[in-house]
């Protein structure tokens, strides 16, 4: 059975730029959340999407937005990226939002 | 007050003991736990959940549940080297489907 896979593994773009992150749930799975881990903040939640709907939201800016497929994929933005945006975002899936099981992650550095 | 709390370690164990874990929540309501284990630039791995006061035993791990005290801890029995890593606990706060808070970690290292 494949896991969750996030897409890109790495990523490099410069401050005031935007990014899209994508992730793919384990086959089966409707609800996809993401998170954000830095070293100093530790894990944080941004958001989940449970059937293309937010069920969800962390404490995050609005720069930060989501948005779930009818296939149960989950795409991530970022708008207007800042120094501070650099971390490893997380993506986990699970079949009703309880067990999560995380994917490799994708590591945004802005310069 | 921290929503989940662990303390950061290390926490340091010979070969073959016990290694014992601990993690408190501050939201009484909260119903369901959750440890994940992450090696150094890998990602989050589940490795135990918890749902009810007691414990829940899988292989050489157990969670421990305790509701009253809003205590969760794990048991790592015959650590092994290939355990050193940090884990975390999770809680999932009442009526937010979805969504782990997580505490900060807790290192622990296996000594040979």
Known sequence: KAGVTQTPRYLIKTRGQQVTLSCSPISGHRSVSWYQQTPGQGLQFLFEYFSETQRNKGNFPGRFSGRQFSNSRSEMNVSTLELGDSALYLCASSLRGQEAFFGQGTRLTVV | ?112
Do not use: H
């Open chain 2, 1 to 112: 007050q921290k929503e989940v709390e662990q303390n950061s370690g290390p926490l340091s164990v010979p070969e073959g003991a016990i290694a014992s874990l601990n993690c408190t929540y501050s939201d009484r309501g909260s119903q369901s736990f959750f440890w994940y284990r992450q090696y150094s630039g890998k990602s989050p791995e589940l490795i135990m959940f918890i749902y009810s006061n007691g414990d829940k035993e899988d292989g050489r791990f157990t969670a421990q549940l305790n509701k009253a005290s809003q205590y969760v801890s794990l048991l790592i029995r015959d650590s092994q080297p290939s355990d050193s890593a940090t884990y975390l606990c999770a809680v999932n706060p009442p009526g937010n489907t979805g969504k782990l808070i997580f505490g900060q970690g807790t290192t622990l290292q296996v000594k040979p």
